[in-house]
């Protein structure tokens, strides 16, 4: 299977390589400022948005750097409510780095944690990585909480490690180990 042909189905959801026709979705949350308020960046504007689509469309992971972004669709009625990634980091440590970023229009239903589950679990079990990390800024309680709840562990705390619109902010770094994993998913 290549990352185009993706397709994980969840409880409530479908994780799977974006199309064209969900460029109107995607576009709509990229530039809310909502949704860039902890990206250290601008909201894009449609020029950069296709740009970024354009890559997103491609996902690939064969190379340290490359990053594999998916489209996180709801079951019941075929919305494209977000986005989740793998970063490859390293594969010589086997190493990714996840992320995600959803319509604030579909917040607070857990729709983020269990995409979130299963593309760790696609890391661990089918692209085999040893650890997985997410980098957050600190004063983002929402993707806190759902690293949390995936059992992910705070690792490091990196004070004023990043600065946006001459303000600075604090990063949090959480990580999973394979054997941590898959010691959860057993125990139920």
């Known amino acids: 299977m290549t990352l185009s042909e993706l397709r994980i189905s969840t409880d409530r959801l479908v994780i799977r390589r974006f199309v064209s026709g969900d460029f109107p979705a995607f576009?709509?949350?990229?530039?809310?400022?909502?949704?860039?308020?902890?990206?250290?960046?601008?909201?894009?504007?449609?020029?950069?948005?296709?740009?970024?689509?354009?890559?997103?469309?491609?996902?690939?992971?064969?190379?340290?750097?490359?990053?594999?972004?998916?489209?996180?669709?709801?079951?019941?009625?075929g919305a494209l409510i977000g986005e989740a990634l793998l970063k490859l980091t390293s594969r010589a440590a086997e190493q990714a780095e996840t992320g995600y970023i959803f319509n604030p229009a579909f917040a607070g239903?857990?729709?983020?944690?269990?995409?979130?589950?299963?593309?760790?679990?696609?890391?661990?079990?089918?692209?085999?990585?040893?650890?997985?990390?997410?980098?957050?800024?600190?004063?983002?309680?929402?993707?806190?909480?759902?690293?949390?709840?995936?059992g992910m562990r705070r690792e490091a705390h990196l004070i004023e490690n990043d600065r946006f619109n001459d303000v600075w902010g604090d990063e949090y770094v959480y990580a999973l180990l394979k054997r941590e994993w898959q010691e959860r998913r057993q125990a139920g």
């Open 27 to 77: 576009f709509a949350y990229h530039r809310l400022p909502e949704v860039y308020r902890y990206l250290y960046q601008d909201p894009l504007d449609e020029t950069a948005a296709r740009a970024k689509f354009a890559k997103a469309s491609a996902p690939r992971l064969d190379e340290d750097g490359d990053v594999a972004v998916f489209a996180v669709e709801r079951q019941e009625d």
């Open 109 to 150: 239903k857990g729709y983020a944690t269990e995409a979130m589950g299963a593309v760790l679990d696609f890391g661990f079990s089918t692209l085999k990585f040893h650890r997985i990390f997410a980098r957050l800024d600190a004063l983002n309680t929402g993707s806190v909480g759902v690293v949390e709840r995936l």
